[in-house]
């Protein structure tokens, strides 16, 4: 596939102002995944706050990744481990402090799934709280409190200019230690040097070894520009601002109107997808047949190439976890059998008349594995497919031929 990663801002973009994946961006998501396009939420959020909506869409279930803080750190969410993480110098905190205190402003940062604070009153950082399902927990003296590297500080004040004034200020005498800037007109962000969405996203993309030309990035805000433009395809929200749409290659609709799924649509399935044949009915149908009780889900289908996934559980395992080789040749089976049903004339049937593999890798429990069916004789009386099957890092794991008899019917 042309495109290998989709990197999704969160707020303004795959939510909409309800705060919510509706179900059509979740399914879209969902068919872009199990066609090995991996998926990052790249988010100002803390962690914390990304976590259960990483859930949600299965980003551990395919090798996806959550950014947070605005590149404070990478989370690898099917290995459960942090990639990478900048923080910000505790020793720093009471300088900090003292520019909140001089100007009135409240002062907060985040603590696992905790937001301490100066002012644990404040509405601002009520709902910043609520939005990322955390509690607030009030400090009196907020650089004793901290007695640990943050990964970001945030200042508070409805006084926008008095806000601004401070922003300028410590741009200049801050200037190669934070990186100070605004990301609503209340708060003023302090983060770690160099740290934003388009340089983390650089750091991960050198560790899983994809191009930029293989990146698509879809954002709203002026915090998303620099990873727009370090995408191959860079996507503007149809609600985003003027300035950051000027910046992008491409502008879907609003987050009120499925704007991420349909530039899914456009830009990753409708690549390889442009099908006619009801793939979501067949793949209802076979919900209790052999199919349906292997997980396996057809994805695409051509009169020259068919492709399903299949996950990696305790249907389609072996009991020392890995994939069972008999799970392979019935999922290999079943998308040359589709691809023949395509080829063949209303008066004829399909008998699979034989089936070889050879099992060159493993793929393990929790994976999904993807099928790729490419017909390389279309016969009369026989159909001949090769059968590709990749982990979800494109790793293959088993090339199996099939052949198909094709029959008259009585």
């Not at 869409?57 to 090798?63: G, V």
Request: aromatic share 6%.
């Amino acid at each position: 596939m042309k495109y290998k990663l989709l990197v999704l801002d969160v707020d303004g973009t795959l939510l909409n102002n309800q705060k919510e994946v509706t179900p059509h961006t979740r399914k879209t998501l969902q068919q872009a995944q199990q066609m090995g396009t991996q998926v990052v939420l790249a988010s100002g959020r803390p962690t914390h706050g990304l976590m259960s909506l990483a859930k949600e869409l299965e980003l551990d279930k395919y090798n996806g990744y959550v950014l947070s803080y605005n590149g404070g750190r990478i989370f690898d969410m099917k290995e459960g481990k942090l990639l990478f993480e900048k923080r910000v110098d505790p020793k720093m905190i009471p300088l900090l402090e003292k520019g909140a205190n001089k100007n009135g402003f409240a002062i907060f940062t985040y603590y696992y799934d905790t937001i301490l604070t100066n002012d644990p009153e404040n509405p601002h950082i009520q709902a910043e709280a609520a939005l990322n399902g955390m509690q607030v927990k009030g400090v009196e003296n907020f650089s004793d409190a901290i007695d640990f590297a943050p990964c970001k500080v945030m200042l508070v004040s409805d006084d926008e200019e008095a806000l601004v004034g401070l922003e300028n200020h410590w741009k200049k005498r801050l200037a190669g230690t934070f990186d100070v800037f605004r990301s609503e007109p209340y708060f003023l962000e302090v983060v770690p040097q160099n740290i934003d969405k388009a340089n983390t996203l650089g750091i991960l993309l050198g560790t899983i070894g994809v191009q930029n030309e293989q990146v698509i990035a879809i954002g709203d805000g002026v915090c998303d520009i620099t990873m727009i433009q370090s995408a191959g395809l860079g996507i503007a929200m149809g609600n985003a601002q003027y300035s950051v749409k000027r910046c992008t290659d491409y502008t879907t609709t609003s987050n009120e109107e499925d704007g991420v799924a349909k530039a899914i649509e456009e830009h990753i399935i409708a690549e390889i997808r442009r099908t006619t044949i009801p793939l979501d009915q067949l793949n209802a149908m076979a919900k209790h047949a052999l199919m349906g009780n292997l997980g396996i889900q057809y994805t695409y289908a051509s009169e020259d190439r068919v492709e399903a996934t299949m996950p990696v559980d305790v249907r389609t395992r072996q009991p020392f976890g890995i994939l069972h080789g008999g799970a392979t040749l019935a999922l290999a089976e079943t998308v040359a059998g589709l691809g023949s049903l395509v080829l063949c004339q209303p008066d004829e049937i399909i008998v699979g008349m034989q089936v070889s593999g050879n099992h060159i890798s493993s793929a393990h429990e929790g994976d999904t594995v993807r099928a790729v069916a490419t017909a390389i004789h279309k016969g009369r009386t026989s159909h001949v497919w090769n059968v590709d099957v990749f982990t979800s890092t494109d790793k293959l794991v088993s090339s199996i031929r099939v052949v198909n008899s094709v029959l008259k019917k009585r």
